[in-house]
């Protein structure tokens, strides 16, 4: 099977695809290239320049979950794949380590850096001095009023 990908791929990630002959496509063909399968350019208007020069494809697989882009160029017969769900799985992980990490990145500020401040007879606040984000963030009680972060 002939696959079509953009020639701008490094080849160093196109290595075990026995069977399948690679037919790298420029952003700017100037000859027609024969392939079976095509995996559409991230850029919509490269994908216009290179489909007038495919010949005998079958499939075409946009890279996006959308392929809105790709509907007006390819005909009816031949099937049109999205990538919907790809990221699903990866876009998740990353959610859950990105809030542990902020938990865990809290945590260790408040138990290293928290100070009790404020005016003698209140409630004790606590403020976070973040060195990276040049900004301190005070945290006051949920019952006040006087709730609010100020950033320095």
């Known amino acids: 099977m002939r696959v079509g990908i953009e020639a701008s791929i490094d080849s160093a990630l196109l290595t075990g695809f026995e069977g399948l002959k690679l037919v ?4 700017e063909p100037t000859a027609d290239m024969a392939v079976d399968f095509w995996i559409a350019s991230l850029n919509p208007s490269t994908s216009r320049r290179q489909w007038p020069h495919l010949k005998g494809v079958k499939a075409v697989q946009g890279l996006w979950a959308g392929v809105d882009a790709l509907r007006p160029l390819i005909p009816a017969d031949i099937t049109l794949c999205n990538a ?15 809030v542990l990490a902020m938990q865990n990145t809290c945590l260790f500020m408040l138990s290293c850096n928290a100070t009790p401040t404020g005016p003698p007879g209140t ?3 606590r403020s976070i001095f973040c060195p990276k984000a040049r900004c ?4 006051v009680p949920c019952c006040s009023m006087r709730s609010r972060a100020r950033r320095c």
């Open 24 to 27: 790298r496509i420029p952003a």
């Open 84 to 98: 919907r769900g790809v990221h699903d799985a990866p876009t998740a992980e990353w959610a859950v380590t990105a």
């Open 123 to 125: 409630r004790p606040r």
């Open 136 to 139: 301190a963030i005070r945290i």
